[in-house]
């Protein structure tokens, strides 16, 4: 029975990982201030008040009523679990963000587009948080990241009708396959960011 339970864990952990719902908030209160790089210091002061104001028009969006604006900013606090607590650690918002992207990558055929590009929102400004010390350790890495970043928006343009999108199911196999092609390459290289910045 115990071990029936400790795969059911580990089952649950991976799912959980595997969405990226790891918090890229910390409880500590210096999760800021533990590098030595004050790029990353200044970016992540940067990063968190992005998420605060994020927050606070979460919390207007619900209270009036607005689903589609609640979508949207949820959509861009997705990399943090939506809850912005304590100090942020923008390094662990890019990886959180890179395992969104992957898994709506995975999922592109039924993935609300609306949520995908919120959540695209979310991780180019986790990313800008990370930019200047991935460009001070990188250049090359940062300029296919922004191209990466045009490309996965183009790709998500083509299927934007007025100022919604098309069903996730209506769109064919080949126009999926590409999306999730754009976000793939997207989700990689911001994986790759976050392991040389951190």
Do not use: C, N
């Not at 990982?17 to 201030?33: E, F, V």
């Not at 609640?70 to 990399?79: C, D, F, I, K, S």
């Amino acid at each position: 029975m115990s071990r029936k339970i400790t795969i059911a864990a580990a089952i649950l952990a991976a799912a959980l990982g595997g969405a990226g719902l790891a918090l890229a908030t910390s409880r500590a209160p210096d999760a800021a201030h533990r590098t030595d790089d004050p790029r990353l210091r200044a970016g992540a002061v940067r990063y968190a008040a992005y998420l605060r104001a994020e927050a606070g028009s979460l919390r207007v969006a619900r209270r009036d009523g607005d689903r589609l604006a609640v979508r949207l900013h949820e959509g861009r606090l997705a990399p943090v679990g939506v809850r912005v607590r304590g100090a942020v650690d923008a390094v662990a918002a890019v990886t959180a963000s890179a395992r969104l992207l992957s898994l709506d990558a995975r999922q592109a055929g039924s993935r609300d587009l609306l949520g995908v590009e919120a959540r695209v929102g979310g991780a180019a400004v986790a990313f800008d948080a990370v930019r200047d010390a991935l460009w001070a350790r990188d250049k090359g890495l940062t300029g296919s990241i922004d191209e990466r970043l045009a490309g996965l928006r183009a790709e998500l343009d083509r299927h934007r009708r007025g100022e919604r999108f098309r069903g996730a199911r209506t769109i064919p196999t080949a126009d999926r396959r590409r999306l999730a092609a754009a976000l793939d390459a997207y989700a990689w290289r911001l994986s790759l960011a976050a392991e040389r910045v951190g």
